[in-house]
């Protein structure tokens, strides 16, 4: 596999697997203080609503992180090359920085940071 499918697949399954931990926390809240039953969270439905969670937690993410950095492009801390290195330069000064960067990750590019 390519290094850059390789870090953007890498980028989809952190983000997927954060999702998933928030679920498992959430889980364990309402098992444990509010008092559900376990089968509850064997059921069909609730493995098919965690799925659907997780997918729509990652798209979210990625619209969140591209509409990041549309805004650190229009304020000029971000530059998006689409040459050879399809690359996105970020000011470190950008408040925006660590969106950014998952954006470029997630959508395939190098993001370097310059000060």
């Known amino acids: ?27 364990l809240y309402a098992g444990w203080v509010l008092q559900i039953p376990d089968s509850v969270f064997l059921s069909t439905p609730f493995r098919i609503l965690a799925g659907l969670v997780v997918v729509a937690s990652v798209a979210m993410v990625r619209l969140r992180c591209g509409m990041a950095f549309r805004s650190a492009v229009g304020s ?40």
């Open 1 to 27: 596999m390519h290094g850059v499918r390789s870090e953007a697949l890498r980028a989809y399954l952190l983000v997927a697997s954060v999702a998933a931990i928030a679920i498992d926390l959430i889980a």
């Open 76 to 115: 000029g801390d971000a530059v998006a090359h689409d040459g050879q290195e399809r690359a996105i330069v970020v000011n470190v000064r950008c408040p925006q920085r660590r969106q950014v960067c998952l954006y470029a990750r997630l959508s395939g590019r190098r993001a370097v940071l310059i000060a």
